[in-house]
Each structure stands twice: as structure tokens, then as C-alpha cells.
């Protein structure tokens, strides 16, 4: 089992930057894929940004290409996610999670996931 915490979240102005942090512990040597996710109420959850192990690859949304960038420390076992340049749009519950090898923009993909921490941009 791995054990996923999300941090960092919170209520900032449009045009304003936040800085999600994910830590995890446990089995952490099956992390291989990390990523981030975001759900509104009744929306289904969507895809935001992910990192494969190496950290050399990094895939984004559409919408938060050039705002949004995930990064990894391997030795601490925690993914970041910088947002600048928010917008009301991105409001929503901002998910962190873990998956095996490879890569991968699907949900299901990812076996193990946190709480969520809650960001609000206001207009």
C-alpha cells in the first residue's frame, strides 16, 4: 500500500500562483508514474498532469499547458505541482497519484490516491 497526502491548496485572486505539494509514503518503491488530477462537483475527474518515473517526461492538459508544472523528488517521494497565471476555471478539488510504469492521462490507470486538497481562484 501506498499512502498519498496532498498539501498546498487554497483561495487565491485570478492571475495568482499556488504550489500543490504530494507526499507519500509506504511502498513507495512501487511508484513509478505520478500525476495530477482535478474533479468538480458533479464532473467527472480530469486529467492535469503527470511525470513518469525519471522524471524526464511530463504530459499536461490542453488547458494548463504553459500555467501548470509537475515535478518529482524520487529520494523524498513527493511530486509538486505549480500553478501560476490562475484562472476561476481551476477551481476545483486537485487530486495527487501514483501508478506503475509507463504513462498515462486515464484515472484508472493510477492505483493509489489522496484526499485531495481544495483550490478556489476568485474573479
Known amino acids: 500500500q501506498v499512502q498519498v497526502t496532498e498539501s498546498g491548496g487554497g483561495l487565491v485572486q485570478a492571475g495568482g500562483s499556488l504550489n500543490l505539494s504530494c507526499a507519500t509514503s509506504?511502498?513507495?518503491?512501487?511508484?513509478?508514474?505520478m500525476a495530477w488530477f482535478r474533479q468538480t462537483t458533479g464532473k467527472e475527474r480530469e486529467f492535469v498532469a503527470s511525470?513518469?518515473?525519471?522524471?524526464?517526461?511530463?504530459f499536461y492538459a490542453d488547458s494548463v499547458k504553459g500555467r501548470f508544472t509537475i515535478s518529482r523528488d524520487n529520494v523524498k517521494n513527493t511530486v509538486a505541482l505549480q500553478m501560476n497565471s490562475l484562472q476561476p476555471e481551476d477551481t476545483a478539488a486537485y487530486y495527487c497519484?501514483?501508478?506503475?510504469?509507463?504513462?498515462?492521462?486515464?484515472?484508472?490507470?493510477?492505483?493509489?490516491w489522496g484526499r485531495g486538497t481544495q483550490v478556489t481562484v476568485s474573479s
Open positions: 497519484a501514483t501508478g506503475g510504469p509507463g504513462s498515462s492521462r486515464w484515472a484508472s490507470d493510477y492505483n493509489f
Open positions: 509506504g511502498r513507495t518503491i512501487s511508484i513509478y508514474k
Open positions: 511525470i513518469t518515473w525519471s522524471g524526464g517526461r511530463t
